[in-house]
């Protein structure tokens, strides 16, 4: 149901609770990787507009990330095999924090790591930083090894929330895996465990082959994370999904490219949302889609962009997951 705004009101609320203090003064943030630290895109796309700043996989010790090629591009994506190529957590907390003290954006650093104790002392070196808004914790990324397990079974994201929670009072936003057999299951696990959001979803894993050298395109395995429109429709079922599991906030990723995008992942359940590949092709394209919502919030009288969410119960409901 659509709430009108109150009369006398200027316009939609537009800020988010995170939890733990943690609040975006909007719900449009930039999604990890795409952005580096918020320093590189600075003069291309005004950070202080921003709902929040999503950075690097950061680990424990400066990583190199995959040798090239690892990008390409594909029908309506692309492809990434990076390898979580980072400074470093020290950098993080000794050169980079200093300065988002003083941004009004958020800043929530993406922690990653090979096992669970790399992933707690990461987290505990970030705890209590000043100009660290928040942790969001990668427990997805395709393309290092050991890094997605965590991500696809319930009991081992918990045990890695758990351990991270213990490291660090920080806000804990777990980033989930679209691989995952049932990724609800695993959003149940990581809220008992602690976690205080969910964003949903990290890359989908893809190949890409050259016919003419006979071999995939991506160095290394030849596999990568699919990004972008092609992987949309996979985010929206994902966050009805999780939304539907858990009460604790729900950050929609995947392939929104414009204010359209955005808005319906607010129906399928989200309470914020991330831009990420489209930033490659327009730096500042979160302050569009941001500008964009607030335009159509505005239009159709809605008191938070929130009030644009479906309630499964409708003609639809009770359906399987679909297929077939
Ligand atoms: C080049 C590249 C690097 C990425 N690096 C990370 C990362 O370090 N940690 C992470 O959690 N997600 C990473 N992601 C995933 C994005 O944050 C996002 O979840 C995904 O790309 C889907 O959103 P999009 O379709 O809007 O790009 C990366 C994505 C791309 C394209």
Redesign the pocket.
């Known amino acids: 149901m659509v709430t009108p705004a109150p009369a006398g009101r200027a316009g939609p609320t537009l800020s988010v609770a995170i939890g733990r203090g943690l609040v975006l003064p909007n719900p449009i943030g930039v999604?990890?990787?795409?952005f580096g630290y918020g320093f590189e895109l600075g003069a291309l796309c005004p950070v202080e507009r921003l709902g929040a700043i999503?950075t690097?996989?950061t680990t424990l010790r400066p990583r190199p990330g995959n040798p090239p090629p690892r990008?390409a591009e594909t029908t309506a994506?692309?492809l990434?095999a990076?390898g979580?190529q980072?400074p470093g957590v020290e950098v993080v907390r000794e050169r980079y924090a200093p300065s988002w003290r003083s941004w009004p954006v958020p800043v929530i650093v993406?922690v990653?790591g090979a096992d669970l104790e790399e992933y707690a002392r990461v987290a505990g070196r970030l705890d209590g930083v000043p100009g660290i808004g928040g942790i969001?914790l990668?427990i997805?990324?395709p393309?290092v090894a050991g890094g997605l397990d965590f991500g696809l079974d319930p009991a081992q994201a918990a045990s890695c929330v758990a351990r991270v929670r213990a490291a660090t009072t920080l806000p804990l936003i777990v980033?989930l895996s679209p691989g995952a057999a049932d990724i609800a299951e695993v959003a149940r696990a990581v809220a008992d465990a602690g976690a205080d959001a969910v964003?949903a979803?990290?890359?989908v894993v893809g190949m890409k082959v050259s016919l003419a050298l006979r071999r995939p395109v991506l160095a290394g395995s030849g596999t990568g994370?699919l990004?972008?429109?092609a992987?949309?429709p996979v985010?929206l079922a994902a966050v009805a999904r999780v939304r539907a599991a858990v009460a604790i906030p729900v950050i929609g990723?995947?392939?929104?490219?414009d204010a359209a995008d955005a808005l319906e992942f607010f129906v399928a359940g989200a309470d914020a949302v991330?831009?990420?590949?489209?930033?490659?092709v327009e730096p500042d394209a979160a302050l569009r889609v941001l500008d964009g919502c607030r335009a159509y919030a505005g239009e159709a009288g809605l008191a938070r962009l929130t009030d644009l969410r479906w309630s499964p119960g409708g003609p639809a409901s009770g359906r399987g997951p679909g297929g077939g």
Request: charged share 10%.
């Open positions: 999604a990890s990787g795409t999503f690097k996989g990008v994506g692309m990434n990076i979580l980072n993406n990653a969001e990668n997805s990324c393309n980033k964003s979803i990290n890359t994370g990004s972008g429109p992987i949309k985010a990723i995947g392939g929104i490219a991330q831009v990420g590949t489209q930033t490659f």
